[in-house]
């Protein structure tokens, strides 16, 4: 899908009652995840005559959606998740937008949702970041979340996809996205549950997958856990990755692991940009399915030394416990592992601009 440069123009209607200064100072000074959001949000409407229309960024607020709109029935529904730095000339950026254009296309053919252009994604972020630019926060790792979002609006009960579609981009002040900070966090393996199958949503990034999520996440917390752990729906022997980010393993011999793009897992832009630093690194990695036994074994007898979580909230936090039924294990001596905390620091300081952005990584908003 092609836009123009003009199409892609979105109008701005600013909020009459901003934030006071004093209480988004406030707010800046110690965020937390996805409780506190913005002044305006950023929108592009769709519908089958006339395709992606009336872009505009108008004031945050609750939107008023009819009992019968089909995402509150079928879930057709899809969101991204990217965060913009401000670094220290007080310049705004965000990392690999295009990745996250592109996965929101993918996600968007498999949950039969409309397709939306590169022009008009980070046309919608840099117009938001642009007007809410005051609320990029300056303290230590934090940035400003942004979520963009696409549902079926139609108001309709028969099942097919939805005629009208909206697509909206919202934005919130974030620290790290655990409460205990950069700290090893402990996974709970679910045997009993799956998040994905072949064929199925795995590998979109669709609300629905999440719901599917929210029973096995509760177990983990029932058991002491932050994260809950999913095996292959196929077998239930490989990893395939947490509730909300990718796995990687670090064995005690140098060499990396994590398991492949299977169908079945979220394709991860953390995760493909740690595996490219790896290799600018020339440590040996494998991208292939890994057993749970491996794992529990590895932990066991030393051959694993360090095991971590990645994704845009989560950034790379360790893992420093593995449990499940029948076992729970402490990985190394349960601290943060160096491998994953200088993988953490070569991926932050680009994110920051404190490094070079040899890859051309970083997309500049204000
Ligand atoms: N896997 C799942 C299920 C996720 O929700 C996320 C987060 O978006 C990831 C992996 C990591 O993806 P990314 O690095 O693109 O944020
Ligand atoms: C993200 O990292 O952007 C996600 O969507 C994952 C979720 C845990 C917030």
Redesign the pocket.
């Known amino acids: 899908m092609s836009t123009t440069a003009d199409e892609a123009t979105f109008t701005i209607t600013r909020t009459t009652r901003p934030t006071p200064d004093a209480e988004r100072e406030a707010a800046l000074a110690a965020p937390k ?2 409780i506190r959001f913005t002044d305006h949000m950023a929108r592009i409407s769709w519908n089958v005559e006339e395709g992606w229309t009336n872009r505009r960024v108008e004031p945050y607020g609750p939107l008023q959606l009819d009992p019968a709109t089909a995402v509150l029935h079928y879930g057709q529904e899809i ?4 965060k913009a730095y401000r670094h220290e000339d007080g310049s705004v950026w965000s990392f690999r937008p295009e990745a996250n254009a592109d996965r929101l296309r993918r996600s968007a053919r498999r949950l039969a949702l409309p397709e939306l252009s590169d022009a008009d994604f980070l046309g919608a972020i840099e117009a938001l970041v642009r007007v809410d630019a005051a609320w990029v926060p300056t303290v230590e790792e934090s940035s400003l ?1 942004l ?1 963009p979002f696409m549902y079926a609006s139609e108001v309709f009960l028969g099942v097919r996809s939805a005629r009208e579609v909206e697509f909206l981009v919202i934005a919130s002040p974030v620290g790290p ?1 655990f409460s205990g900070g950069v700290q090893p966090v402990s996974i709970w393996v679910t045997t009993e549950y799956h998040r994905a199958g072949p064929g199925g949503t795995g590998a979109a ?1 669709c609300g629905g997958n ?1 719901a599917a999520s929210l029973l096995p996440q509760q177990i983990a917390y029932d058991n002491g856990c932050e994260q809950v752990c999913f095996l292959d729906a196929r077998t239930g022997t490989y990893l395939e990755e947490l ?3 990718n796995v990687f393993v670090v064995l005690a011999d140098g060499r990396i692991a994590t398991p492949e793009q299977s169908g079945t897992i979220l394709e991860g832009i ?1 995760r493909s940009s740690v595996l490219t630093l790896l290799a600018e690194e020339g440590r040996e990695v494998e991208e292939r399915p890994i057993a749970l036994a491996e794992l529990r074994a590895g932990i066991e007898d030393g051959t694993i030394a360090e095991v971590f979580a990645c ?4 950034v790379l936090t360790p893992i420093g416990r593995l449990a499940g039924e029948g076992f729970d294990l402490t990985i190394g001596d349960g601290s943060a592992g160096a491998t994953t905390m200088a993988l953490r620091e070569r991926l932050t300081d680009i994110q920051y601009g404190r490094a070079e952005d040899t890859y051309g990584w970083m997309h500049r908003l204000v």
């Open positions: 995840f996805g969101f991204e998740g990217l979340y979520r996205y990034k999440y509730g909300g980010m953390t994704g845009t909230a989560a």
